[in-house]
């Protein structure tokens, strides 16, 4: 089974941008402020699920969960375009959360 790591995913979202560049615009900091409130709406879908469907129903339901998956990619997707509008490397990434981790170990 092959990893679905961030830089993979970077890499796929940068293949999509260009795809689709004279529709979506080119990734830079200005666009970061859209991908981020776009993120933001599918993050909310996301939550639309869990209120209108339930737990139970993302556990037990496949078509239900396959929504909500699909939902948590979109926001990955987002969440990608940001990272890359502001230049942010997935080792960037990953040393801050490392970071942010051991912050939180201690911190209750």
């Known amino acids: 089974m ?3 790591d961030f830089f993979s995913m970077q890499e796929m979202q940068k293949e999509l941008r260009e795809q689709y560049r004279s529709l979506w615009g ?12 776009w993120m933001m709406i599918e993050a909310g879908e996301a939550a639309d699920v869990i209120k209108k469907q339930g737990d139970a129903s993302i556990m037990e339901d496949a078509p239900v969960r396959a929504h909500f998956v699909e939902e948590l990619c979109d926001v990955l ?3 990608n375009d940001v990272m890359l509008c502001y230049s942010i490397s997935p080792e960037e990434l990953r ?3 490392l970071e ?7 911190r209750w």
């Open 2 to 4: 092959e990893s679905l």
């Open 26 to 37: 080119d990734l830079t900091p200005q666009a970061g402020r859209s991908q981020l409130l």
């Open 100 to 106: 942010k981790h051991n912050r939180n170990k201690k």
């Open 77 to 79: 997707m987002y969440f």
């Open 95 to 97: 040393q801050a959360y």
